[in-house]
């Protein structure tokens, strides 16, 4: 398929080091853009920048060539602290049925509630 | 194809800063796929759009003021050196990202007043160029002021680097804020700008970024200009011979 | 828990949510084996992105108008930024960007073959963009549905983006298959180069493929090459039609019976030839890259030291 590169007979793909290899770059950014007023700001992608003065530039340079933005933010990713664990985490919400509002069976003559 | 020129003033006045535009969106596109980090590849695509969309819109007008039988591209491709009116800076080559980055900022100081100037031209059409315009140009200024200051301000190889990208183009400085009779007729009927009122702006935002930056304004006080009369430096040829090339080769033909 | 409990619930988790068509996301347990073929088919794709800027880059200085050349160079930028989104969601996984480009200049990984072939007139910026990215983009839409989320949603916004590179292709070759004799010949003649090189883009036969079989199950890869290839043979022979243009395969033929186009077979022997290294630009298109990367470090190395500079300024709260 296109782009993607079949191995060669007798070619041994690369193995990737994780943390090895290349040189030290600019820290890694997250980026969150907000569409348009009114919208939460949405993450969209990462990008490389030495500080956040210059993220804020790229986030604009690369994440909204189109307007796909009225602002955005950038934070570090190493400042992003994530949650794991989904199974105790989430799945407990999972079985509160009652709280959503589908949940009750009204009468139709009770009207709008 | 004979000669292509403006006869008329106006026309004339417009193509001087398209050419600037031209020019200069065409040297940024040099640099596409070339730039120090696939970030600032973006940036600089960013910037060659938007000098080469205003150079567009610059060139269509003074084509249709103009009411010869020309296209705005006709006016680009078909135009030799001489013919030519853009500022020897924007001409300039770049070895690299010192040259460039000194040559935008140099550059994007002074548009950035002048397309505010010509916001208030009593042309409409022009106005309403400049007014977009402005607003790119006050992205630029940011753009390749907040370089400067980490070019300047960050290693010493980059600093003697930067600093020696704006000795080497400051003599090319004064001529932005030179007039001559075409500029004194459009700024007399309210179409043009009086470019030598924008230089006291140019400064003090010029030394601001050189003060941040821990750069020296050069002191080298030797200006060098002509670009308005069609006598340039010896880098603007090559170039067109490029950016000309396949229209000339094929005359008259859509593409 | 021990590794190994660890391991079956996370396998079986795993194939849960590839069964239920859902995405795997960054922090979910994988498959070493599904890592490492997401990090390579992601990186790769970057890297393509990134080093297709450079046929097209060759022509945008002498782009026939203003409008063709602002075309073509937000296109190029777009591949630049096609870039960024895929090495953002490679790193997603642990490995870095600067690794990543490490590899590539050393030759370590590769990109898309298709860029080794060069762009030697104006008519292959439309070949180019109506062929390559056409291709690229039936692809790329298949491949809005793979497993791994963070490629899945790059996918998604790099398709937006793709959409008016095929168009603005085909609109430089429509003006010259309407335009003189001459221009008429450079676009049969950049159909005539591109045409073979964009069918190979899709890859070997399937049955020749070492890994479709595995990328399938995975649900990294939805189609499989040749599934992929066939439908961009069938949208794009009318296409050449509709220009006046003849695709350059004796063998081609309409199949009523399948409703599909039949090809003639492709040149293997160049296909991986090109992959191994022997196109005609490899070098070259390599050489351009760790150039303008050498000649960058100067630049990365100034704005690393003004912001650890700024770090150690103490007024400074941000
Ligand atoms: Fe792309
Ligand atoms: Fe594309």
Excluded at chain 2, 70 to 96: C, K
Aim: charged share 25%; hydrophobic share 40%; glycine share 8%.
């Amino acid at each position: 398929m296109s782009y993607e590169v079949p191995v060669a007979p007798g070619d041994k793909p690369h193995e990737i080091q994780f943390g090895g290899g290349g040189e030290h770059g600019f820290p890694l950014w997250e980026v969150f853009v907000r569409a348009k007023r009114g919208l939460n700001h949405t993450h969209v992608g990462s990008l490389h920048a030495p500080d956040a003065e210059t993220a804020i530039q790229n986030a604009r340079d690369g994440y909204t060539r189109r307007a796909e933005g009225v602002s955005v933010w950038v934070v570090p990713s190493i400042e992003i602290v994530a949650s794991d664990d989904a199974e105790s985490m989430f799945e407990p919400f999972e079985h509160k049925p009652y709280r959503h509002p589908t949940f009750y069976e009204i009468p139709e003559e009770v009207g709008q509630l | 194809m004979t000669a292509v020129t403006t006869q008329n003033a106006l026309a004339t006045y417009v193509v001087r800063h398209a050419d600037d535009n031209v020019v200069l969106g065409q040297r940024l596109a040099e640099y596409i796929s070339r730039a120090p980090e696939l970030e600032e590849d973006l940036a600089i695509g960013n910037l060659t759009l938007d000098h080469i969309g205003v150079a567009d819109h610059l060139f269509t007008y003074a084509a249709k003021i103009d009411g010869c039988d020309l296209s705005g591209d006709d006016l680009v491709m078909f135009r030799s050196e001489r013919d030519y009116t853009n500022l020897l800076l924007v001409e300039q080559r770049h070895d690299g990202f010192d040259d460039l980055i000194a040559r935008q900022f140099l550059f994007d100081a002074y548009q950035l007043p002048f397309w505010e100037a010509l916001s208030a031209s009593n042309d409409e059409t022009i106005a309403g160029i400049a007014q977009r315009a402005a607003k790119e140009a006050r992205y630029h200024l940011r753009h390749s002021s907040m370089w400067m200051v980490r070019l300047g301000d960050g290693t010493p190889e980059s600093h003697t680097r930067i600093q020696a990208s704006i000795d080497r183009l400051w003599r090319f400085t004064s001529e932005m804020f030179e007039t001559d009779a075409l500029d004194r007729e459009m700024v007399e009927s309210g179409l043009g700008v009086d470019t030598s009122t924008l230089r006291e702006t140019w400064e003090s935002s010029v030394d601001a970024v050189l003060e941040e930056a821990t750069l020296t304004r050069p002191q080298d006080s030797f200006q060098t200009s002509g670009g308005r009369s069609g006598m340039h430096t010896e880098y603007l040829g090559p170039m067109l011979a490029e950016m000309q090339w396949l229209q000339r080769s094929q005359p008259g033909m859509s593409w | 828990m021990d590794a190994s409990t660890e391991f079956e619930n996370g396998q079986a988790k795993f194939d849960a949510i590839i069964a239920a068509d859902e995405k795997i996301e960054p922090r979910d347990w994988m498959p070493d084996g599904y890592r490492k073929t997401v990090i390579r088919q992601m990186a790769q794709h970057a890297h393509s992105e990134v080093i297709g800027m450079q046929p097209e880059a060759n022509w945008i200085l002498r782009a026939p108008t203003l409008l063709r050349k602002a075309i073509l160079i937000a296109k190029v930028q777009d591949e630049a930024g096609h870039g960024l989104y895929l090495y953002s969601a490679t790193e997603t996984l642990g490995v870095s960007r600067d690794e990543l480009v490490g590899l590539l200049h050393e030759g370590k990984q590769k990109y898309s073959s298709i860029f080794n072939y060069p762009a030697l007139s104006w008519a292959d910026m439309g070949a180019i963009g109506w062929l390559v990215d056409g291709a690229a983009i039936v692809n790329q839409i298949v491949l809005q549905g793979t497993s791994y989320g963070p490629y899945s949603r790059a996918m998604v916004k790099i398709c937006k983006e793709e959409s008016f590179h095929a168009r603005q292709g085909y609109s430089i070759m429509m003006a010259l298959a309407e335009g003189s004799d001459e221009q008429k010949a450079m676009c049969q003649d950049a159909l005539n180069r591109w045409w073979w090189p964009a069918l190979m883009m899709f890859g070997p036969h399937d049955s020749e493929s070492a890994h479709t079989a595995e990328s399938m199950a995975w649900k990294i890869k939805r189609k499989t090459n040749d599934e992929l290839r066939q439908m961009f043979i069938d949208q794009t022979v009318p296409q050449a039609h509709y220009l006046g243009m003849t695709i350059p395969d004796p063998d081609l033929v309409f199949d009523e019976e399948t409703g599909h186009w039949t090809i003639g077979e492709i040149d293997w022997d160049e296909f991986w030839a090109t992959i191994k290294g022997d196109g005609r630009l490899n070098r070259e298109r390599i050489t351009h890259k760790v150039k303008a990367w050498d000649e960058g470090r100067w630049v990365r190395d100034a704005a690393t030291a003004y912001a650890a500079k700024q770090k150690m300024k103490p007024d400074k709260s941000a």
